[in-house]
């Protein structure tokens, strides 16, 4: 924590200058006119005396005991606690952004709640309130707030910092209707006819793979070895084979390797989470597909497997799933397909 020390004298007396983290300041102007530094052990925390000497320093060490200890009793120390933690370390980039937008969400809302008012009575009723402020707007985000929120709460109850989780059944009011929303045949052609060879490589992947986005934008060749590619989840860190079928196959096999990633932009470097979702985007809009995401690609790619007759366990080698979630992953995604039903009449009549 201490980065250097060095000593100069400020009306006589020594100061110290140490690094200290999460000291906030405030300057202010007082009615003489004069100017007057505040300081605080971390935004919203106790004021402390200066910190660059040794009685503010003491202050700051003393703050952050109490911080530790849980005396200090606020939801906003556990939300902390949490985000410093192993569990919150694990979590992919994307995820640990997203987590921290929301605890950010929570804490301007329930932050200075007192952790003995989680086990009231009304503590639920008063979150469930907030939820459904939430959802006027967006469903789906109220329901990851909730989530985030009953996440560290569950941590902090494991580690008996509080007596109860008050939002320990996850209360969703979004209702996903991407299950019935699939790439068709047509939509295909018009993708790949409008987009970049670089953005159609992408397509193809994530269509003969069932592989999230952000697995895809990290693959490296050396996970390729002209037959099947090998990887590593980022979010379940399950690790999962996929024979490459010969359509990606020869558009791999035929990809000029500028980088150490199979996926690319124009310019050859990687992709950004950001940069992909604008092109992939743009690309689209010339297809003329519209409601559709690269996210649906995992859906289609599912749908697409057990309308050629691939078993529960044949897809979830290649999805990475475990075999109850890909049960239910079958359920949303092929529920009243009419494929189906004429893949069940082919058979039927071949048989009779």
């Not at 804490?107 to 709640?113: K, L, N, Q």
Request: charged share 30%.
């Amino acid at each position: 924590m201490i980065s250097r020390r060095k000593q100069n004298l400020k009306n006589g007396r020594p100061v110290v200058r140490v690094k200290l983290k999460g000291i906030n300041s405030i300057k202010k102007r007082l009615a003489d006119g004069s100017r007057v530094t505040y300081w605080y052990a971390w935004k919203g925390g106790p004021r402390i005396r200066d910190p660059r000497t040794p009685e503010g320093q003491v202050d700051y060490y003393e703050a952050c005991a109490t911080r530790v200890s849980g005396r200090l009793g606020v939801l906003e120390t556990l939300i902390d606690g949490y985000l410093d933690s192993a569990d919150f370390a694990q979590r992919a980039p994307r995820t640990k952004k997203d987590y921290r937008l929301k605890c950010k969400l929570i804490v301007e809302r329930f932050g200075d709640m007192p952790l003995a008012a989680l086990s009231a009575r009304g503590a639920r009723g008063e979150f469930m309130r907030w939820h459904d402020e939430l959802a006027k707007s967006s469903p789906r985000q109220a329901d990851y707030a909730w989530s985030v929120l009953s996440l560290v709460l569950s941590w902090a109850l494991i580690r008996g910092q509080i007596e109860r989780n008050p939002c320990e059944r996850v209360r969703r009011v979004y209702r996903s209707g991407r299950a019935a929303i699939i790439w068709t045949d047509e939509d295909e052609a018009a993708f790949l006819t409008a987009a970049s060879p670089e953005l159609q490589l992408a397509f193809m992947l994530a269509v003969w793979t069932g592989q999230r986005q952000g697995d895809l934008l990290q693959l490296p060749w050396s996970a390729y070895d002209g037959e099947r590619i090998r990887l590593r989840q980022s979010k379940t860190k399950a690790r999962v084979v996929v024979p490459a079928g010969r359509p990606l196959r020869d558009m791999l096999d035929a990809t000029v390797r500028r980088s150490p990633l199979v996926l690319v932009n124009s310019g050859g470097r990687p992709w950004t989470a950001d940069g992909f979702h604008s092109s992939w985007r743009k690309a689209c809009l010339r297809a003329g597909i519209a409601g559709k995401t690269f996210h649906d690609l995992r859906g289609t790619a599912v749908t697409r497997l057990a309308l050629a007759g691939a078993t529960e366990s044949e897809i979830a080698v290649v999805t990475g799933h475990t075999l109850s979630f890909t049960k239910s992953m079958l359920d949303a995604y092929t529920e009243r397909n009419p494929q189906l039903g004429e893949n069940a009449i082919r058979k039927l009549e071949s048989r009779t």
